[in-house]
T-cell receptor, first 112, second 117 residues
Framework: QQQVKQSPQSLIVQKGGISIINCAYE??????FPWYQQFPGKGPALLIA?????SEKKEGRFTISFNKSAKQFSLHIMDSQPGDSATYFC???????????FGTGTKLQVIP | GAVVSQHPSRVICKSGTSVKIECRSL??????MFWYRQFPKQSLMLMAT?????????EQGVEKDKFLINHASLTLSTLTVTSAHPEDSSFYIC?????????????FGDGTRLSIL
């Protein structure tokens, strides 16, 4: 059972555009929702995270929108750049961030 | 920032060989370390969680005798793939979590690409 569903599987965006990745979860016990960025051959790096008591969090060009009632959250990358090309994973955690469940990943390609 | 070092980055070996992968937290004490496996173009799947000085907790379907985990110190955990076979070929990634309190994030290593011939 996939506890965190992520879409789209792949995404192509032009430079300067907005990249949007969506995730949905089922387990209401999740209380921490991080996003990770992974480049080929590297481990994932924490990008930004949000807790369910906040509906939006912004850090630079990256924004998380959170809809607790719908159990959905999304990542928006504003002014997308070729250097943003990577695989993005949403995730969900509970119990003090002990165990993280990852989404299926979105491969983002930003073209010049 | 917190740095997790994983070694080696790549291993190629013959079937039947045992392979040890090290995961070190360089600038913090990792009370908990996690081991993940990632197949090409797929997500990270948690294999096991280890707390310093205690036995690892394995996820369902992960053979504990096949994947030996040792977390002997607050800065080092090792994963040994015993008698590796081609189906064990994968990208193995560790992460470490440290500090007091429940809100400490996991910091990931750069992974180990294991190829069994």
């Amino acid at each position: 059972q996939q506890q965190v569903k992520q879409s789209p599987q792949s995404l192509i965006v032009q430079k300067g555009g907005i990249s949007i990745i969506n995730c949905a979860y089922e387990n209401t016990a999740f209380d921490y929702f991080p996003w990770y960025q992974q480049f080929p051959g590297k481990g994932p790096a924490l990008l930004i995270a949000i807790r369910p008591d906040v509906s939006e969090k912004k850090e630079g060009r990256f924004t998380i929108s959170f809809n607790k009632s719908a159990k959905q959250f999304s990542l928006h990358i504003m002014d997308s750049q070729p250097g943003d090309s990577a695989t993005y994973f949403c995730a969900a955690a509970s119990g003090g961030y002990q165990k993280v469940t990852f989404g299926t990943g979105t491969k983002l390609q930003v073209i010049p | 920032g917190a740095v997790v070092s994983q070694h080696p980055s790549r291993v190629i070996c013959k079937s039947g060989t045992s392979v040890k992968i090290e995961c070190r937290s360089l600038d913090f004490q990792a009370t908990t370390m996690f081991w993940y496996r990632q197949f090409p173009k797929q997500s990270l799947m948690l294999m096991a969680t280890s707390n310093e000085g205690s036995k690892a907790t394995y996820e369902q379907g992960v053979e504990k005798d096949k994947f030996l985990i040792n977390h002997a110190s607050l800065t080092l955990s090792t994963l040994t793939v015993t008698s590796a076979h081609p189906e064990d070929s994968s990208f193995y990634i560790c992460s470490a979590r440290g500090g007091a309190g429940s809100n400490q994030p996991q910091h990931f290593g750069d992974g180990t690409r294991l190829s069994i011939l």
